[in-house]
């Protein structure tokens, strides 16, 4: 009876899905356990060995938690809407809605071939209407809120307008434009578009006009984590700052409880350093500068540093701040142009990132210090940014280093308000020591200092106290066809909400997804789309790719609801997702956004939880471990990796799938490429030895592996337990394929134990001796708290360590091996339900009971003691632990070398220190 691998994986697949075996109920007598992994993109390219490491720990985590007696949630989906599946479609020529269905089919047949335990019931895509009418719902109801930041929650427009009706809005000051004050006679005497655009100041999803990232190439505009250097992240094309109407959500009003719940969930530090900081919380002050020549206008700054007030020594604004235009002058008008055409070029992670490089551009206009009237300088730079504090700093030159560099590169002048420590050669900070040159402040420490700038400051009317968020509000409007359409209409210009009975808005198809003239979405040129038959017009703009993603954790509990998003007592009882394993990569953009979209919901009282997930953990990359050949330079000669230094050779990836370990088999190399037909080889040891080199897995590497592959001549049982033993689940680590072999000899020696070629089954009913309970209940509480901890490496270090010891046993008794084959079932299942059913078991292992540790069985009840004579030790014997020490000595004397030792003598003494040691004297 031998293992056939590949017909016993295909066998249980199918039968699990025959029986439904994991078809998960809504209700159940059972605790709860959600187990979700981040929602894959299904690309064209389908899978490769790395893509799988976190789909494999959660799976692991939810067939054990299971087993422990848990209701479990494990699904899976695909984000199907989004840039990539666009950008796939065009460059192959097809339509988006064909390849998605196409990579969904690959990707489907892929993770189930590695045995997956999700329950495809409650699949969901993005892209599917039945879903995106609960996106487009969700939306409205981010449109129809706005936050009170006297309670910290959202609350309906509705009731904001029956403030502004009974009081105005002095009360509530308006987030998206500060300026904006009026009475409730004034609220009543607006026309119905004046009321609609105030309110749009205050919306959670709200439109306005803003510098974006456009990408013509690509046709829409971009996040900042979407460019790199001023180039797109996908394609590498040109990026450009352009003005347009989009779609934003005010996650920024959301800031301080996004942090505060940081505190309440189990991510890793990494983890939440990195939101912490883009969310980029600070307490300092607005301070209003007058502008020298132009009565009425104002600079307002933002600066975490007041008491530096009177060592500001020029002001710079970023170059698309409002008041630019207004208080250029003529002769400085060129200047100023020519370096605003320059910055639009300049992603803002370049900008931010720069600092040796020193630019700028002096407007001609000067601002009046608020407390001395001082004369400063106005620039504008790169390095400050509209959208972050006021757009607008104050820069004090002896205390920070950019504004130092600035200053010496312009040769503008430095006060020195830091005393001793400015030299004059460096900034330096100003947070020891206390304030020279400062007028009222001479002689004051840094926190007094800024106490009395900020009364002073709010007495007079020129600032106040304020605290800044680094995190601007997340834009919400991508200009492509193959995303969520918005359920927003416009009349007269005006943006409604689509009524709720007319949703999903669908999709159109159409076979020309091209932008439309002005910088639009594709679906601007689908007028009969666009055009309604009572005037108004559809956006044309689509969501991101996040808007289906924020919720889609929450659609899984109820996927089938065509009456709500989710049923409010389903999503009590799920309640937030247990386990969410995903990569780092998505930390301040999907995982923010979604824990913003639960806020939302929690505060409109559709879910009674305000954090989505509980416990996060981030998967390390798998690497790739490329092969490389070494031609002969100009010639079609290859030489083997030892031999290359006596040539000048030339470096190329050759595909790893025709390595075997490092040799290459140069029969395949041949037929992999045309120009590769006629290769000659120089052989070291009759072998050509490949070179090697770690590096992300890429097509254009030739270094990706295909699961399926590996699940042929493995099984997927080995291929999962290989991928969790390569390290920790959290590290990054390289692939290498010639270590899955010993993964599967460990599974044909647990068969072995089971099962012999020539004798079949060799199972028994024996009882088990001490010896193989204790290999068993050592196995079960490892195995249970690495299960637990997701220290999946170092369990199936465990299991290989308990069958060689049960090997040596020669055990064979089902009491031990059903025990240790449930223990194993959330790593290898398919081999685990086999053996469990040959042995006799009419259910499933899927719902055998979960191994108790018992401590009796690995307590020892003897030790060996070492036995000196005179002081020297002579031998070890092996004497029960609560034996006392006049039985002890007995035992010790009774031994044939110790009374070689002892020749015969009565001891003198003998000393006995229970646990540790006897020592005879005579």
Known sequence: MEYNFRAIEQKWQQRWKDTQAYLVPNNSSKPKCYVLDMFPYPSGAGLHVGHPLGYIASDIYARYKRLKGFNVLHPMGYDAFGLPAEQYALETGQHPAVTTENNIKTFRDQLDNIGFCYDWDREIRTSDPAYYKWTQWLFLQLFESWFNRKLSKAQRISDLVTIFETEGNAQHECPGDRNIRFTADAWKGFSEADQREILMQYRLAFLAHAEVNWCAELGTVLANDEVINGVSERGGYPVVKKKMRQWFLRITEYADRLLEGLEQVAYSEAMKDMQRNWIGKSQGAEINFEIEGLQGEKLVCYTTRPDTIFGVDFLVLAPEHDLVQIITTAEQREAIDEYKNYVQSRSERERMAEVKQVTGAFTGAYALNPFNGRQIPIWISEYVLAGYGTGAIMAVPCGDQRDFNFAKHFDIHITNIVGDAYTGEEANPTKEGKLVNSDFLTGMDMKPAMELVISELEKSGKGKRQINYKMRDAGFSRQRYWGEPFPIVYKNGIPYAVAENELPVELPFVENYKPGAEGEGPLANVRNWVELADGSLRETNTMPGYAGSSWYFLRFMDPHNTQTFADRSVTDYWNQVDLYIGGTEHAVGHLLYSRLWTKVFYDLGYISFDEPYKKLVNQGMI????????????????????????????????????????????????????????????????????GTLSEKMSKSKYNTVNPNQLVERYGADTFRMYEMFLGPVEQSKPWETKGIEGVHRFLKKLWRLFADEQKGLIVTNDAPTADELKTLHKTIRKIDDDSERLSYNTAVSAFMVCVNELSDLKCHKKAVLEQVLILLTPYAPHIAEELWSLIGNSGSILDATYPVFEEKYVTESAKEYPVSINGKMRTTINISLDVEAEEAGKIALANDIVQKWTEGKDPKKIIFVKGKMINIVV
Request: with cysteine; proline share 0%; hydrophobic share 35%.
């Open 623 to 690: 690497t790739g471990s490329s092969r490389i050949v070494y031609r002969i330079r100009g010639t079609q000669q290859f030489v083997s990796a030892g031999l290359k230094d006596q040539h000048e050779t030339d470096e190329l990836h050759v595909d790893v799938n025709i390595v075997d370990g490092l040799e290459l088999d140069t029969e395949a190399f041949k037929k992999w490429r045309a120009d590769y037909a006629n290769a000659e080889f120089i052989l070291e040891d009759g072998k050509y030895i490949c």
